[in-house]
């Protein structure tokens, strides 16, 4: 503690010791002079002790406080890290004012109602961490974030309100959770009844925070109010984070609303509403689609603070540039990355500087296509019994060229064809003499081995017979017609000898 600071504590304890004084030692309106010095005494000391008592529990509550901020700093530089987007990967905007900041690298998608960011940073993207730990952004209402991370597993997380990147509420879920605000029991304890009893006519909901995360994607959505009357519908500040995934494609879409009122009849009123969506298929170019609406009646709007308000032209720039410039609809498009922001008020902007920039209705998107399947590998290296005679691979004779597994210098792993060759005579002499198949057309079609190509010895045409067993050793079909011959020949000899015993 400094010396003024010391001097003034001294002072105001002196100040209220004597006041606590007067009492004790008056006597009939009259002070007694003599008691005055022993009880200020008695009075400071007491009073000394207090103040040291205070200081030092407030010495040990910063203490913690700052343990807790370094903790909360380590994990967010950390978690960073991680995700590929720390400080070095990091650009500087050349606009900040028109160039709207991404909040982390990971596909995400994400909604916010109001960001207060006192010396904003002009660092692109800046983190992701929805509590704003890691970005430095200083208040933080109603910010809804649905992600998957770069272990590949999905995450959702609503920070309801947070302060110099302390959380003071949120609802964080991991794959297979679902969670709500701290007002869900009020919700379907008193107000879902309520609006089930009149039939949808008379319906409220408070804080709503609903974070829904699977395998495929995670589900985000805050209000701090919505409320239906007899078909009038009203919103404040609401928001959303949202990424989905199937076997093609990922989408990701964020939303922050304002205030909005609606009508059977359609929308009456809107404040500061954006919408970003992305969208990746495989083998496709990725699709984003940015939208904002400033102010707008009966679905027209208004051309307040500039023109280009009124019709969502992105990057509109109004207000009183550099004291306080106001920009409407501050869009960024970076690939399958869209950023945008309804509504952006600066204070003293000088360069690429502000001393404060206050969002309303921010929303952004990042999508990254699913990763196609694998390609298969040949039959006969893929460790799959793919004609069922439970063998497979090297240990299969299908996959050896002259049907012998125990052959390891006939094994082919670039065959497509596990099953069982047959193997025929050929028309010409091997090329080489070697056993079996080797070097010749043992199929007919015609060139080296496999015809087309095929070192299987098949040929383009071949196709699998899975019921017939393979010839082997003696040909029996050349055995058979040389016995019909035999007997034939015998049969003869036999007429002819009986011809000459007659004669």
């Known amino acids: 503690m400094t010396a003024r600071k010391k001097l003034g504590a001294f002072a105001l304890v002196a100040a209220a010791a004597f006041i606590c004084l007067l009492p004790a030692v008056s006597q009939g309106g009259k002070v007694d002079l003599r008691n005055l010095d022993e009880s200020l005494r008695h009075t400071t000391q007491q009073l000394g002790n207090k103040v040291d008592q205070s200081l030092d529990r407030t010495a040990e509550a910063l203490r913690k406080t700052d343990q807790a901020l370094r903790r909360t700093t380590a994990k967010a530089t950390a978690d960073l890290r991680a995700s590929g987007r720390d400080a070095k990967t ?17 596909p995400h998608g994400q909604g916010g109602v109001a960001v207060v960011d006192l010396n904003p940073s002009a660092e692109r993207p800046l983190g992701g961490s929805p509590d704003g730990s890691d970005s430095e952004e200083d208040v933080i209402v109603g ?4 992600e998957k991370n770069a272990a590949g597993a999905y995450h959702g997380h609503i920070t309801i309100a947070a302060l110099f990147g302390n959380e003071l509420l949120g609802v964080d879920t991991a794959q297979g959770e679902t969670k709500n605000g ?8 008193i107000l879902d009844p309520l609006c089930e009893s009149t039939k949808s006519e008379v319906c409220l909901s408070l804080l709503t925070a609903n974070s829904t995360t699977t395998a495929n994607g995670s589900t985000n959505d805050f209000a701090v109010a919505r409320a239906r009357l007899l078909g009038l519908g009203v ?3 609401e928001s959303g984070g949202t990424i989905v995934e199937d076997a093609n494609c990922q989408t990701s879409t964020g939303g922050a609303k304002t205030v909005n009122v ?11 509403n954006s919408t970003s969506s992305s969208r990746s298929c495989r083998g496709e170019a990725p699709k984003t689609l940015n939208t904002s609406t400033v102010i707008a009646l009966g679905g027209n709007g208004l051309p307040l603070p500039a023109a ?21 609809n501050a869009d960024e498009i970076v690939g399958a990355a869209a950023v945008r922001e309804a509504l952006d008020v600066f204070v003293l902007t000088a360069g ?16 990254v296509a699913p990763a196609g399947p694998e390609k298969p590998g040949p039959q006969c290296n893929d460790k799959v019994d793919n004609d069922g005679d439970g063998v497979i691979d090297g240990a299969d004779p299908g996959c050896h060229s002259d049907n012998d597994a125990k052959n390891p210098q006939s094994y082919n792993p670039n065959d497509d064809d596990e099953t069982d060759k047959k193997p025929t005579k050929g028309s010409g002499p091997p090329d080489d003499g070697g056993p079996g198949e080797d070097g010749g057309d043992e199929d007919g079609g015609g060139g080296g081995p496999g015809g087309t190509g095929d070192d299987s010895g098949a040929g383009a045409a071949r196709t699998a017979d899975a019921d017939a067993l393979p010839f082997t050793g003696t040909d029996v079909t050349g055995l058979a017609l040389a016995g019909l011959l035999l007997l034939g020949g015998g049969l003869l000899m036999r007429r002819r000898e009986g011809s000459r015993a007659r004669l």
């Open 352 to 367: 690429n500087t502000s001393l404060v920039k206050e969002t309303t209705a921010a929303s952004e998107s990042v999508s």
């Open 308 to 328: 280009g308000c009124a019709d969502g032209t992105p990057d509109t720039v109004g207000g009183l540039p550099p004291l306080l410039p106001i920009v409407c």
């Open 235 to 237: 919103g404040a500040a």
């Open 90 to 106: 990091r650009v500087q905007a050349t606009d900040p004012l028109r160039q709207p900041p991404l909040h982390g690298g990971n």
């Open 182 to 189: 701290p007002l869900q029991g009020l919700q379907t304890g």
């Open 262 to 272: 609606v009508s059977r009849s359609g929308a009456i009123a809107q404040v500061a």
């Open 143 to 146: 910010r809804a974030r649905g």
